[in-house]
């Protein structure tokens, strides 16, 4: 692109955690719309249920905030939570890890380019982007199990980022 | 947030239209993974069939560029397609025009705040935000109605911004 807009600065750090804040409180919402059981049991097409996909978001969100911060990529450690109260606790003191070391994220670190978990090659704000694209994309797929099971989603836009 | 990384610029323009294309990259080759008639007909839960939520990306994406870019907000005036190859090449249209326009949008609309069809109050980055957001999560939709006909979907990743 050879435009003069090419170059121009549209997102800071801070708003990219805030866009990133608002979809976690969408996805949190979209946790507890889902009852227990189908949470954990339901899915459509042979897919994972919606508790496997925000197994998913969590192994992803702190560890590459952690790898793109300091360069070490280590797998997400804790174990997977067997109830909906467990897997809403862990999403909550995933986010306040979340909120407390996203703003240490050295400022060069978003740009350089590292290989996030030995084997995707990007620089740290496209890995951090690939997270945020991902949980949006399964997100969506948990909507349509609830419209499946006869419940309404909660409203996209309400917590879309402002 | 009072950390130093706060102000930090992560993204520019020509970034955030890098990550549109290669969102608009995945949506179509999910478009392609349809049968003509399940893209029109088929759907999960009582949602709107896959061709209906292509519809909506094509009445967003480039009236939201042209909107941010000289703040006239003016609706999509084309006729809706009624084959898939009609919606392909309205796509590939869209994608052509998005990819002129877009360079074009003057630099401090990205961040002055305007009323998105009279109605979405948000700094146009926000806005444009949006409209990919929306984009992957609908397009996760289609996913899971590609999964219920037995259809293996694109892989996420192949297409992800880079």
């Given at each position: 692109m050879t435009s003069a807009t090419a170059a121009i600065n549209v997102l800071t750090a801070d708003d990219l955690l805030k866009n990133w804040q608002g979809?976690?409180?969408l996805t949190r919402k979209t946790i507890e719309a889902f009852p227990e059981d189908k949470l954990f049991q339901f899915s459509v097409g042979g897919m994972r249920p919606f508790s496997e996909l925000t197994w998913e978001f969590i192994r992803m969100a702190v560890p590459i905030v952690?790898?793109?911060?300091?360069?070490?990529?280590?797998?997400?450690?804790?174990?997977?939570?067997?109830?909906?109260?467990?897997?809403?606790?862990?999403?909550?003191e995933q986010t306040a890890r979340l909120n407390e070391e996203f703003p240490r994220i050295p400022p060069h670190r978003f740009s350089e380019v590292d290989k996030a978990f030995g084997q995707w090659e990007n620089p740290g704000v496209v890995t951090i982007q690939?997270?945020?694209?991902?949980?949006?994309?399964?997100?969506g797929q948990?909507?349509?199990?609830?419209?499946a099971l006869g419940i309404e989603p909660p409203h996209f836009w309400v917590s879309a980022p402002v």
């Open positions: 979809h976690r409180r952690e790898g793109v911060s300091t360069g070490k990529w280590e797998e997400y450690k804790g174990s997977k939570p067997s109830s909906k109260s467990e897997l809403l606790r862990l999403w909550d690939y997270a945020i694209d991902n949980e949006i994309h399964h997100r948990g909507y349509v199990y609830l419209r």
